[in-house]
Nanobody, 127 residues
């Protein structure tokens, strides 16, 4: 069974940092685009960041550019989201997602079909 399991969420003060991890099991995603989404309270889920299979290309939503960094360790089948300078508008449930159909994809990594999803991890920011 394929699973994406997020961890690292929690409560942090505004201006602080958190590092989210997403560990995949059941299959390898080392050849596929992976990404992070978030769903703030009362709002729809939104795209946050994506990374290509090698880690050489990344894409961020404007609101997190310069503060968040997505990275991956293919040997561990894991993707990370380093979140710095957290703001009051960042609280949400953060979800890991992965494509699994297009290996070594070199197109627009923002809009791949996100076929696999984690269960989410809560991030809370106190002011």
């Amino acid at each position: 069974q394929v699973q994406l399991v997020e961890s690292g969420g929690g409560l942090v003060q505004a201006g602080g940092s958190l590092r989210l991890s997403c560990a995949a099991s059941g299959r390898t995603f080392s050849s596929y685009v992976m990404g992070w989404f978030r769903q703030p309270p009362g709002k729809e889920r939104e795209f946050v960041a994506a990374i290509n299979w090698s880690g050489g290309r990344t894409y961020y939503v404007d609101s997190v550019k310069g503060r968040f960094t997505i990275s991956r360790d293919n040997a561990k089948n894991t993707v990370y989201l380093q979140m710095n300078s957290l703001k009051p508008e960042d609280p949400a449930v953060y979800y890991c997602a992965a494509d699994g159909n297009r290996p070594y994809y070199n197109g627009n990594i923002r809009d791949v079909p996100w076929n696999y999803w984690g269960q989410g991890t809560q991030v809370t920011v106190s002011s």
